[in-house]
């Protein structure tokens, strides 16, 4: 379909690993949100971009979290030296105004530190 | 961004109208109501939103009273598919940070 692709769906690594998330936005959407959502909890913000540009990048945890959208569609969340407490839901969203409201989210990638 | 309380939990008929209460007590003049859910395993879905009018849209109806303290939403005729955590989400649509706040929600059983 034409909705917000996400992989992997799931990822299983060990401690101290590097992973990479991918997100593709619906076509022709200038937002794109990253969110973290842990077991039983709302999912938590953690970067937007609009365009190329992270505009927000505030809720991102430490910096061994990081994230790139280098030509304005796909977009790549990075996490470095992978922590037990980073297993969690990571959900990317988009849409088309940029004011945060309206939604579209992917099915989720499923990141197991272990 | 207003703090919102809802109820952890919820069952509903089917067939029946779930009615799901939010309160926004602090809530400013700019600031909408906004609704997602959130099937298990899938990611949230914008249901609608509103700023002081109540709202109707295929999926559901938001009722917002007039000192926008709370709102419901109300899904008419509930099916087992409305299954799924609800959350009320209170936002200015200016705001310098564009990105929505979700709280815990509320989890909508929906009986046979």
């Known amino acids: 379909g034409a909705g917000v692709s996400q992989t992997p769906s799931n990822k299983v690594t060990e401690k101290g690993k590097y992973v990479e998330l991918r997100c593709d936005p619906i076509s022709g959407h200038t937002a794109l949100y990253w969110y973290r959502q842990s077991l039983g909890q709302g999912p938590e913000f953690l970067i937007y971009?609009?365009?190329?540009?992270?505009?927000?990048d505030s809720g991102l945890p430490n910096d061994r979290f990081f994230a790139v959208r280098p030509e304005g569609s796909v977009s790549t969340l990075k996490i470095q030296r992978t922590e037990r407490g980073d297993s969690a839901v990571y959900l990317c969203?988009?849409?088309?105004?940029?004011?945060?409201?309206?939604?579209?989210f992917g099915e989720g990638s499923r990141l197991t530190v272990l | 961004d207003a703090k919102t309380t809802q109820p952890t939990s919820m069952d509903c008929a089917e067939g029946r109208a779930a009615n799901l209460p939010c309160n926004h007590s602090?809530?400013?003049?700019?600031?909408?109501v906004y609704w997602y859910r959130q099937i298990h395993s899938q990611g949230p879905q914008y249901i609608i939103h509103?700023?002081?009018n109540n709202e109707t849209n295929e999926m559901a109806s938001l009722i917002i009273t007039e000192d926008r303290k709370s709102s419901t939403l109300i899904l008419p005729h509930a099916t087992l598919r409305d299954t799924a955590v609800y959350y009320c989400i209170v936002r200015a649509r200016d705001t310098g940070r564009r990105a929505l706040t979700f709280g815990s929600g509320t989890r909508l059983q929906v009986q046979p």
């Open positions: 971009f609009q365009g190329t540009g992270a505009a927000d």
């Open positions: 602090t809530i400013s003049g700019n600031e909408y």
């Open positions: 969203a988009s849409n088309s105004r940029g004011d945060g409201g309206e939604l579209f």
């Open positions: 509103g700023l002081k």
